[in-house]
């Protein structure tokens, strides 16, 4: 679990705990019971995990009260505390839709066999309002047979997402792969939503020969990155994947060209370079790729300086932004954004991370020799995709200096990319 913002509140323990227990009409404008029950993630102590269940057990129907419920049960799974099961379970029964999803999802994380339990998980599935894809999720992770019948009918549900996880739960349930390439064709769903949810389907159904699709999938490179090293980790522990064959898909995706990726998205109408500019502001990263592509395509000349200047107003401050600024840059091939890329390469900020692996694919674009150490210095981060990335813009600048650096790193990815590396130097 990737705990690199879970310790961005300035709490203890004990000030965690006693701000939890604290009735919702007596905390103060500067504190917060949610905060709180996110924060206890950090103990897995039984103090921290009876405030939790203490705190799922106050039923205050205010809005308030009802988050930290539902941040309470989903801290609780996250620590697999199985002592909390009872108390977890009497929420599937709530009128709240949202605390019954945490629930199911918080059942999952823990485990259980118990049929009753999965009985009452799987009675969820009948009511109407309820969002079924992670109750789904949950009963097919415990393998709950007697709920097949009732997934499969959801499979003709009106929500992609939801249509997504259901053919993945059938065809995990039964053995029956012939239905995944239905699930595969969600990846190029106009909703992106739909395209993000269905990589994590593909991911648990470990449906390997998706690999290609999921990298050329116009979703954010987070997405698409785990999706790819959850099924390689698990096809090359079972055997039938190996890393030459992976390399490709993973080094596409680390490059991320917007012309490597089947576009979901198209313009009416010619594009000015100023709505281009904001398209990289979207949520909906694949709106963020096409404008990209048509920034190359149409505007290379006029594109640095419009990029420099929302940089400067407001791309810096806003990291999905900040992130297709910093690749442009490498691909527009504009030396004086030197400066402005070794910047981003070394930004610690959690939320610019993606934009560092960015900075090195567009320094290794820019071919200036300046980058060499400054991405050297970048083989002693704990990150692995900015360690890979580093090691491919060092191989573009035509540095091979890197020897065994990184032979035995911790990360499968690192290590078989410095050992390709050290053959060819070889």
């Given at each position: 679990?990737?705990?690199?913002?879970?310790?961005?509140?300035?709490?203890?323990?004990?000030?965690?705990?006693?701000?939890?227990?604290?009735?919702?009409?007596?905390?103060?404008?500067?504190?917060?019971?949610?905060?709180?029950?996110?924060?206890?993630?950090?103990?897995?102590?039984?103090?921290?995990?009876?405030?939790?269940?203490?705190?799922?057990?106050?039923?205050?129907?205010?809005?308030?009260?009802?988050?930290?419920?539902?941040?309470?049960?989903?801290?609780?799974?996250?620590?697999?505390?199985?002592?909390?099961?009872?108390?977890?379970?009497?929420?599937?029964?709530?009128?709240?839709?949202?605390?019954?999803?945490?629930?199911?999802?918080?059942?999952?994380?823990?485990?259980?066999?118990?049929?009753?339990?999965?009985?009452?998980?799987?009675?969820?599935?009948?009511?109407?309002?309820?969002?079924?894809?992670?109750?789904?999720?949950?009963?097919?992770?415990?393998?709950?047979?007697?709920?097949?019948?009732?997934i499969r009918k959801l499979v003709d549900s009106t929500d992609p997402p939801t249509v997504s996880a259901a053919i993945s739960a059938v065809c995990r349930l039964t053995g029956d792969y012939s239905q995944m390439e239905k699930v595969v064709e969600?990846?190029?769903?106009?909703?992106?939503?739909?395209?993000?949810?269905?990589?994590?389907?593909?991911?648990?159904?470990?449906?390997?020969?998706?690999?290609?699709?999921?990298?050329?999938?116009?979703?954010?490179?987070?997405?698409?990155?785990?999706?790819?090293?959850?099924?390689?980790?698990?096809?090359?522990?079972?055997?039938?994947?190996?890393?030459?064959?992976?390399?490709?898909?993973?080094?596409?995706?680390?490059?991320?060209?917007?012309?490597?990726?089947?576009?979901?998205?198209?313009?009416?109408?010619?594009?000015?370079?100023?709505?281009?500019?904001?398209?990289?502001?979207?949520?909906?990263?694949?709106?963020?790729?096409?404008?990209?592509?048509?920034?190359?395509?149409?505007?290379?000349?006029?594109?640095?300086?419009?990029?420099?200047?929302?940089?400067?107003?407001?791309?810096?401050?806003?990291?999905?932004?900040?992130?297709?600024?910093?690749?442009?840059?490498?691909?527009?091939?504009?030396?004086?954004?030197?400066?402005?890329?070794?910047?981003?390469?070394?930004?610690?900020?959690?939320?610019?991370?993606?934009?560092?692996?960015?900075?090195?694919?567009?320094?290794?674009?820019?071919?200036?020799?300046?980058?060499?150490?400054?991405?050297?210095?970048?083989?002693?981060?704990?990150?692995?995709?900015?360690?890979?990335?580093?090691?491919?813009a060092l191989e573009q600048l035509g540095d091979t200096s890197t020897g065994d650096r990184l032979a035995d790193d911790e990360d499968w990815a690192v290590r078989e990319k410095s050992c390709r590396q050290r053959q060819v130097v070889r």
């Amino acid at each position: 679990m990737d705990k690199r913002f879970f310790k961005l509140f300035n709490l203890t323990e004990e000030q965690a705990i006693a701000l939890l227990d604290t009735p919702q009409d007596r905390v103060s404008e500067n504190d917060s019971r949610y905060i709180a029950a996110s924060h206890l993630v950090n103990f897995p102590t039984p103090e921290s995990i009876a405030a939790l269940i203490r705190a799922v057990g106050q039923t205050d129907p205010t809005l308030e009260n009802r988050i930290v419920r539902r941040k309470s049960i989903e801290t609780l799974g996250r620590l697999r505390a199985t002592q909390a099961l009872p108390a977890i379970r009497t929420c599937l029964q709530d009128d709240d839709c949202y605390t019954v999803e945490n629930a199911a999802w918080s059942i999952g994380e823990i485990g259980t066999q118990d049929p009753e339990i999965l009985e009452e998980v799987a009675q969820t599935l009948d009511r109407p309002g309820q969002s079924y894809r992670t109750i789904v999720h949950t009963l097919t992770k415990l393998n709950y047979q007697p709920a097949l019948d009732r997934i499969r009918k959801l499979v003709d549900s009106t929500d992609p997402p939801t249509v997504s996880a259901a053919i993945s739960a059938v065809c995990r349930l039964t053995g029956d792969y012939s239905q995944m390439e239905k699930v595969v064709e969600m990846l190029q769903h106009a909703n992106v939503l739909a395209r993000r949810l269905s990589i994590q389907d593909l991911m648990d159904a470990r449906y390997y020969d998706a690999i290609p699709q999921i990298a050329r999938c116009p979703v954010s490179v987070v997405f698409r990155l785990r999706g790819i090293r959850s099924l390689a980790e698990a096809g090359m522990a079972a055997g039938v994947l190996s890393f030459t064959e992976i390399q490709p898909h993973l080094e596409q995706t680390l490059r991320d060209r917007p012309d490597t990726l089947d576009l979901v998205h198209a313009y009416d109408q010619p594009p000015t370079l100023s709505f281009l500019i904001r398209e990289l502001y979207e949520t909906d990263f694949g709106r963020c790729y096409l404008a990209a592509q048509t920034i190359l395509d149409r505007y290379a000349e006029e594109a640095p300086a419009a990029l420099f200047d929302t940089y400067a107003e407001e791309a810096h401050n806003d990291y999905g932004a900040h992130f297709h600024v910093v690749k442009l840059f490498g691909w527009l091939k504009h030396a004086p954004a030197f400066d402005l890329l070794v910047e981003a390469l070394h930004n610690r900020q959690p939320q610019f991370q993606k934009s560092r692996s960015a900075a090195a694919i567009a320094l290794g674009e820019l071919g200036d020799p300046r980058a060499i150490p400054e991405l050297h210095a970048c083989l002693e981060t704990p990150l692995w995709d900015l360690k890979y990335t580093a090691l491919m813009a060092l191989e573009q600048l035509g540095d091979t200096s890197t020897g065994d650096r990184l032979a035995d790193d911790e990360d499968w990815a690192v290590r078989e990319k410095s050992c390709r590396q050290r053959q060819v130097v070889r």
